[in-house]
């Protein structure tokens, strides 16, 4: 099981960005399809991003579509999420998660990291 530890998050004001990174221990982190959830306050955990092992497939919530950008790094052991474009209905605690495939991450996860707090001001 791969563990998992993001980080990246922060105050930003509307229309600015950030980039989140998610740094993954052992050796296994380019045989996993990677994904960025989300869970603002009083609400569920969601889907925001997607990408496959190698990184040659993408899919996104349509909420961020256009404004995030999900990449990683396997030589690095990383993902990573860009964000442009922040709205306040982007504050929300960030989560990266591991899973078997991108057809399945959605529903499926093997590991979570710790999370990283987004605080978009209006």
């Known amino acids: 099981q791969v563990q998992l530890v993001e980080s990246g998050g922060g105050l930003v004001q509307a229309g600015g960005s950030l980039r989140l990174s998610c740094a993954a221990s052992?050796?296994?982190?380019?045989?996993?399809?990677m994904g960025w959830f989300r869970q603002a306050p009083g609400k569920g955990r969601e889907f925001v991003a997607a990408i496959s092992w190698r990184g040659g497939s993408t899919y996104y919530a349509d909420s961020v579509k256009g404004r995030f950008t999900i990449s990683r790094d396997n030589a690095k052991n990383t993902l990573y999420l860009q964000m442009n474009s922040l709205k306040p209905e982007d504050t929300a605690v960030y989560y990266c998660?591991?899973?078997?495939?991108?057809?399945?991450?959605?529903?499926?996860?093997?590991?979570w990291g710790q999370g990283t707090q987004v605080t978009v001001s209006s």
């Open positions: 998660a591991a899973g078997k495939s991108i057809a399945t991450i959605q529903t499926i996860r093997e590991s």
């Open positions: 052992g050796r296994t982190f380019s045989t996993y399809a």
